[in-house]
């Protein structure tokens, strides 16, 4: 593939936490350990590699290039497309299996997605596949 043919996109994913309490930061495994009771320093190497398996339906890689090549083929040039990954998650596991496209504006330089269209687009597909 040349690099005329190359497509660049870029994804940006939402989390929405189930927690409502504060966010607390990670802790840095490189920073040094608080002194123990006594004042002495304990050394403690904690390092957990968090790793997430994401599962990603060929539906889905199909809507977004459909949509981004639509739009570029309508407006002349590559243009910014937004939309909604629609799947589920079972502990460290997310399975991806569709997505649609959104309507935004920009405003000010910030990306303002079309609540009411959202809400329609998502109550259609609980409809359809609740």
Do not use: C
Not at 8 to 18: H, I, K, N, R, T
Not at 47 to 69: D, K, Q, R
């Amino acid at each position: 593939m040349s690099s005329a043919d190359r497509i660049d996109f870029e994804m940006e994913v939402e989390v929405e936490s189930a927690s409502s309490g504060p966010a607390v930061d990670p802790p840095n495994p490189t920073s040094p350990a608080p002194p123990a009771p006594g004042g002495k320093n304990v050394v403690v190497t904690t390092a957990t590699t968090g790793s997430v398996t994401v599962s990603l339906h060929p539906l889905v890689i199909m809507n977004v290039s459909e949509h981004w090549t639509r739009l570029r083929a309508q407006e002349g040039s590559p243009q910014t497309v937004v939309g909604a990954l629609i799947g589920k998650q079972k502990g460290r596991n997310i399975e991806v299996m569709n997505s649609f496209e959104l309507v935004f504006s920009v405003i000010d330089g910030d990306i303002i997605i079309d609540r009411d269209y959202y809400n329609m687009k998502e109550e259609q597909f609980r409809q359809v596949f609740s």
